[in-house]
């Protein structure tokens, strides 16, 4: 999920930033009262209006979709702010009530009889909290050790920090098969979709016994954590929970780079930013970051044997497919559509819980650079982005403060996804 509402990627002028707090780590020190409203979009006027006020004050738009934005405002202008949608008419609802107490309920620390537990398990992954990437660590080398007959532990990278970009590739133990690529993490807040894509790596690994045959059919490359520089830095400490890019050292005024902007296809487009200090920025050059390198090189090493591209993210309970750097779409995006529809109906089924199908350009906004289109470009049939829980308006709260307990349905909602995908690919002609 993203930032831009925009006509214009760049119009907002650097001074419009609140004192204090640097615009891409989004919160102060102390976010007491802070909040995050999501504003009801109906159609051009409602936009517009919100434009205008754009103009007025500091806005720190967190995602957009064809029905709301998101935005997060600072308790010191929150009346403020309030009073100027009220009186431009604009419906909105308050999403998070006070991020510091969100953030505090978000994390609970780990218990004393949890943490034994772990070590006789031989890791210490669990699905009711957010890990540290350490732990995911740990995990991918227990599976790799567990079972090493059909699954190899992969280091297809570095960081600007210096951390590991790790895949795990399972294999259905029958030459020459089909595969599908599995990631999250890209972008660093987006705490469940890392945790999402390790339940589905357990259910592939610890439960294979009972997975369907068409998926113990399939090869599957699993990346849980495609950006954990950001990840740890949005765990360090309460004002930089928010951070999105990565953490290369771009310049001399502000870190970081959307790697999920980086990647070649359309790269420079819509909906990505030049200034280094944006939230959207690009990168200096077409996958010039480390991340979109060792994605790129392994994957592409795999193709046409990856005929399926997962990437997961979150919020807004989307299942978009390409193109994202355009409002065009796919000769074969009505493949694209019904597939998308059969999982959504099978997590409505298993879950209880609504998933938009359409293009993301048209369904969220254009936005140009993204792996998934960079993978469709390559020729992968099947690639999807996945917003997965919190649901956008109406009838969500949360944002990417998704409450642990959320952790596993979000797993099973990507694993629906996985399925559908990985069946479609087997059963096509
Ligand atoms: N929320 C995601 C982002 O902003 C959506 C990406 C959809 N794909 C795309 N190529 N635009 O990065
Ligand atoms: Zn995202």
Known sequence: VLVCVCAEENA????????GVNHADHLENDSTGA???????????DRKKFEEIRKEIYLDVLTTSKWAVDILVQKSSLDYTKHLLKSADLEFKVLIEDIQKQMEAENPPESKESLSRSS????GLTFDRYHSVDTMYQYMEYLNRTYSDFVKLEDIGTTAEGRTLRVLYISSGQPNRKAIWIDGGIHAREWVA??????VLSELTEKRERLPEEMRELDFVVMPMVNPDGYEYTRARRSTRLWRKNRAPVSSACAGVDVNRNFEHGWGGHGTSGEACRDTYRGPRPASERETQAIVNYAAKNIPKIQGFLTFHCY???ILYPWGYDKILPEDHADLQRVGEIAAQRIKEVGDVNYTVGSSANLLY???GGSDDWA???GVKYAYTVELRGPGYPGGLNSFFLPPEQI????????EIVRTVAEAIVLQP
Request: charged share 20%; net charge positive; no cysteine.
């Open 316 to 318: 807004g309970q989307y």
């Open 12 to 19: 907002q002028d650097e001074r419009d930033v609140p004192p």
């Open 35 to 45: 909040q995050i409203l999501s504003v009801v979009i109906r159609g051009v006027a």
């Open 120 to 123: 006789l398990r031989g890791h």
């Open 376 to 378: 469709k470009s390559k």
């Open 366 to 368: 254009p936005a140009a």
């Open 194 to 199: 890392s945790a999402a894509v390790l339940w």
């Open 408 to 415: 596993i349905p979000s797993g099973r909602d990507a694993f």
